[in-house]
């Protein structure tokens, strides 16, 4: 069993930057595909970010794409979203999750395993 816990959430003005981070222990992280998701109040949970065990592919969701950034430190046990130029739509709790399957379903929140408890990241203007 893995357990994730998100790190690194607060508040920012619009157009500022925050990184995530997402720290595993019980289980190498490099065993996973990683994924970030977000949930806004009184909204379904979205895909936004997700990266391969390896980390030699990564995926975005469109509203996301060119202004965040995923990577990990499989020696650090650890992944990350960069973001950058917030937008106060980008408001939400943002959860990091693992998935051992393949192929790799990315953009489903059945797909993946384990889940961390989320952090918060609140744009104002």
């Known amino acids: 069993q893995v357990q994730l816990v998100e790190s690194g959430g607060g508040l920012v003005q619009t157009g500022g930057s925050l990184r995530l981070s997402c720290a595993a222990s019980?289980?190498?992280?490099?065993?996973?595909?990683m994924g970030w998701f977000r949930q806004a109040p009184g909204k379904d949970r979205e895909f936004v970010a997700a990266?391969?065990?390896?980390?030699?592919?990564?995926y975005y969701a469109d509203s996301v794409k060119g202004r965040f950034t995923i990577s990990r430190d499989n020696a650090k046990n650890t992944v990350y979203l960069q973001m950058s130029m917030l937008k106060r739509e980008d408001t939400a709790v943002y959860s990091c999750?693992?998935?051992?399957?393949?192929?790799?379903?990315?953009?489903?929140?059945?797909?993946?395993?384990?889940w961390g408890q989320g952090t918060q990241v609140t744009v104002s203007s």
């Open positions: 019980g289980r190498t992280l490099s065993n996973y595909n």
């Open positions: 990266i391969t065990r390896s980390g030699s592919s990564t």
């Open positions: 999750a693992a998935d051992k399957s393949i192929p790799f379903m990315y953009v489903s929140v059945d797909a993946y395993d384990y």
